[in-house]
């Protein structure tokens, strides 16, 4: 088992390891001393397979546990079920000493965080990640939230947990098209600065060694979140290939998932910045190799001029120039400021 420590405006652990989540309840104690209650906030499809073991665990550690359920999938992360678990924690009589559990993947862990940001000004939480994604990066750094019919994520909060408790074996009852998804995110820490991260993944596929690639994944998160809390700087270092990944998402309405999108996005930077002479043509190959060795695309299917319209709305646009994150060889990346209207070119010779 490893252990990463995120010392922020809170400091937390990161558990990582097989069956970490049998020790539940003891790190449950820890989070909230004198809780006399626990609340598991989760999905229908987690909660079927892992709720139970959970609240048997926190049982054993002297909680009186309550379970809400949503149903699986992004379109639960709104604000009617933001409400509704808000009086039903209300109802349950949950006291700020109590506690809350995500227990799922990023949807759950982003909702489930901002009610716990937001429950009486804030209450204890611990986040019991179930996706690869969910390890590797939406469990780690504080960042809550709530889609509005307008956009995603636009209703949040920084808002860091009191632990994250990642069990590998979870991963086994994962669809391998949503761990496939978390890779892309992998692959990301690995351009950006762990050369051995990537070149594991790229050699083993799918097979990779769970315990390493989370936990060098999940140390790469921390040292952005540390540096830089509430994504002001350095930490848009971790906006590799999603610029671009964005554009291709939203153009295919959300067909095409987050972690396809991105992979797209950095396979076509990576190709733009060897024309460019950013970095080698050896090295974009690498990236294509590597993103192709995990069964993901590297091409998208859209138009340069709809990408680029996209890519132009996009906020991480600041003001005429646009900051694209850029790799100049595996484990060494930068931000390159590209005008607004030179845009178009940069894209076109990754296409
Ligand atoms: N807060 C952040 O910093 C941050 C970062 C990245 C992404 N996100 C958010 O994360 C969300 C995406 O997260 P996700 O990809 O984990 O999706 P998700 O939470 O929707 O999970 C994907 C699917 O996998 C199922 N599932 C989860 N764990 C499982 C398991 N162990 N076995 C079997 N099935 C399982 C879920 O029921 C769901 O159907 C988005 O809402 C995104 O905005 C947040
Ligand atoms: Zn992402």
């Known amino acids: 088992m490893k252990t990463i420590e995120v010392a922020v405006s809170k400091t937390y652990n990161v558990l990582i390891g097989s069956g970490t989540l049998a020790g539940l309840g003891e790190i449950a104690r820890g989070a909230a001393p004198r809780g006399e209650r626990a609340a598991v906030i989760s999905d229908d499809t987690v909660a079927a397979l892992y709720a139970a073991g959970v609240e048997e665990s926190l049982e054993k550690a002297g909680f009186s546990v309550v379970r809400f359920t949503l149903p699986h999938g992004e379109q639960s992360k709104n604000g009617s079920s933001y409400l509704q678990i808000l009086d039903f924690l209300a109802g349950k009589h949950m006291s700020r000493s109590d506690l809350i559990l995500a227990l799922g993947g990023g949807m759950v862990g982003d909702i489930a965080g901002f ?10 939480y611990i986040q019991i990640p179930t996706t690869l994604l969910a390890m590797v ?14 956009g995603k994520n636009l209703a949040g909060a920084f808002y860091q947990p009191d632990a994250v408790v990642c069990d590998c074996d979870v991963l086994r009852s994962l669809p391998e098209d949503i761990l496939r998804d978390g890779c892309a995110e992998v692959l990301k820490y690995g351009i950006l600065g762990d050369v051995e991260l990537f070149r594991h993944m790229r050699v083993k596929g799918l097979e990779f060694d769970r315990e390493f690639v989370i936990s060098r994944s999940v140390a790469m998160k921390r040292d952005y979140v540390c540096a830089d809390e509430r994504d002001t700087g350095v930490r848009r270092m971790l906006n590799l290939g999603h610029t671009l990944g964005h554009a291709v998402e939203k153009l295919s309405n959300f067909g095409l998932s987050h972690g396809k999108s991105v992979a797209i996005g950095m396979a076509t930077v990576a190709r733009a910045c060897a024309e460019r002479g950013i970095c080698s043509r050896d090295c974009a ?14 091409v998208s299917g859209e138009s340069l001029s709809a990408i680029e319209e996209i890519m132009l709305s996009d906020k991480k646009r600041n003001g005429s120039v646009m900051s694209v994150i850029v790799p100049e060889k595996i484990g060494k990346c930068s931000v390159l400021d590209i005008p607004v209207e030179e845009l178009g070119d940069f894209m076109k010779a990754g296409f």
């Open 115 to 124: 009610c716990a940001a937001t429950y009486m000004r804030g209450i204890k």
């Open 137 to 150: 990066d939406s469990s780690v750094g504080g960042k809550t939230a709530i889609d509005l019919p307008a």
């Open 285 to 298: 190959e690498e990236i294509e190799a590597g993103i192709k060795a995990l069964g993901l695309p590297t």
